[in-house]
């Protein structure tokens, strides 16, 4: 019964941050962030009575439908911390230009949406179905597969990201560790991984190495994410200033991605 009950904590994050009574573009991160566990979580019980597919397409469509306002939001806090590493004038007219494309791709989902209601409605129905199911079926076993094929697929993305530095493959990777880092962190609250003592201990250094990849990559990502609007930003020396940071920054990121291991 953990499974139900860390999905269902997750759909009350989501709910409780649709809409913020205080900053919404961090809330939309948040409810993004748990769509993301919900989803990941989801994909280890596919085996067993469970029937979850349908609440996993409703999750996946209400993190797409988000994703345009919490990149617009990532894009900004991202421009923040490179003025804090590089301070530098340029910064703020290209922040005050992200920030204005924020408010209004937030305020052109609210119009279409107020009050998010029918998001949140989307997410008290998967709840609705989460509770119906035939939880005392779930098996350790059938979660323990599922984390090693999960497993699996994570290597194989880095893998293809070594033969292949596109950004959509190591993209693909990028978001294979995330999936991979969430679902080793409810399978230890589920008590599904073997052991005690060195085994424990093994899950924990698995899990660390995967936060630092994922957060690599993440940094990297973000960083394109910037630049590619940077670019659309009218021209003026302040944005050629701000292009040059986010340049080196990429370059340092891709240095840096580039002695990342498998699992290191």
Request: hydrophobic share 45%; glycine share 8%; proline share 3%.
């Amino acid at each position: 019964m953990i499974a139900k009950g860390l999905l269902l904590k997750d759909g009350r994050a989501i709910l409780d941050a649709l809409p913020a009574s205080t900053d919404q573009n961090d809330a939309i991160h948040a409810a993004r962030k748990a769509i993301r566990r919900m989803r990941a979580l989801l994909a280890l019980l596919v085996a067993d009575d469970l029937d979850l597919d349908r609440e996993d397409f409703a999750l996946r469509r209400l993190g797409k439908g988000l994703s345009d306002m919490r990149d617009a939001h990532v894009v900004v806090e991202t421009a923040r911390r490179l003025q804090t590493i590089h301070p530098d004038p340029g910064w703020q007219h290209v922040i005050e230009a992200l920030e204005l494309r924020r408010t209004r791709i937030l305020q052109r989902s609210l119009g279409v949406d107020p009050g998010f209601m029918k998001r949140r409605i989307v997410v008290e129905r998967v709840l609705d179905r989460v509770e119906a199911q035939p939880w005392g079926t779930l098996r350790k076993r059938t979660i323990r597969a599922a984390l090693a094929n999960s497993e699996r697929r994570a290597r194989k993305a880095a893998e293809r990201a070594a033969r292949d530095d596109d950004p959509e493959t190591v993209h693909r990777w990028r978001r294979k560790v995330r999936r991979l880092r969430m679902q080793l962190d409810a399978a230890q609250e589920m008590g599904a991984i073997h052991g005690h003592g060195d085994g424990h201990a093994a899950a924990v250094r698995k899990g660390r190495a995967l936060h630092r990849i994922s957060d690599r990559l993440g940094w990297s990502q973000d960083l394109g994410l910037l630049r590619n609007l940077v670019r659309n930003v009218p021209g003026s020396a302040a944005k050629q200033a701000a292009m040059a940071w986010i340049e080196r920054e990429l370059r340092v990121a891709g240095v840096e991605a580039g002695k990342i291991g498998i699992f290191t």
